[in-house]
């Protein structure tokens, strides 16, 4: 009964840290999450501007970022500067970018590894790098 009541809190965890940046993407950014697929449930944070991604949400098995099992997790892509992501991904819960270029995206495990201050910093970074370059 302990080990159900532990993964049923770990996945409270995971989801709450979803809600949390999403609503701080809300009130900053005014981006809404929007669920392109709907039978995986992944979603992206788009800027309105230029409709550009710069956050996707997915529920992945842990195997595909090579972690042992295939118990699913929460995790989120994130636009990147490719030095910056070449040094966060030397540190716990970070990962070459899942289905996304990988030099210019990062995967971050949503399961309370990486704290949130950092992945909302990562995500201003993220809305910024989407704005694409002024001419």
């Known amino acids: 009964m302990a080990i159900a009541q532990s993964i049923k809190e770990w996945n409270k965890t995971e989801k709450n ?34 409709k550009k991604w710069y956050a996707v949400f997915m529920h992945i098995p842990r195997s595909k970022l090579g972690l042992p099992s295939d118990e699913h997790v929460d995790i989120i892509d994130i636009k990147c500067d490719p030095m910056m992501s070449g040094s966060l991904r030397s540190s716990e819960g970070y990962f070459p970018a899942y289905h996304m270029n990988k030099s210019n995206w990062i995967t971050v495990i949503l399961d309370g590894t990486v704290p949130l201050e950092d992945i909302l910093a990562l995500l201003d970074i993220s809305y910024t790098l989407a704005a694409g370059k002024k001419r």
């Open 17 to 50: 840290l979803t809600e949390k940046i999403c609503s701080a993407a809300e009130k900053k950014y005014g981006s809404k999450r929007e669920f392109l697929w709907q039978r995986s449930g992944n979603s992206v944070l788009r800027r309105g501007d230029n």
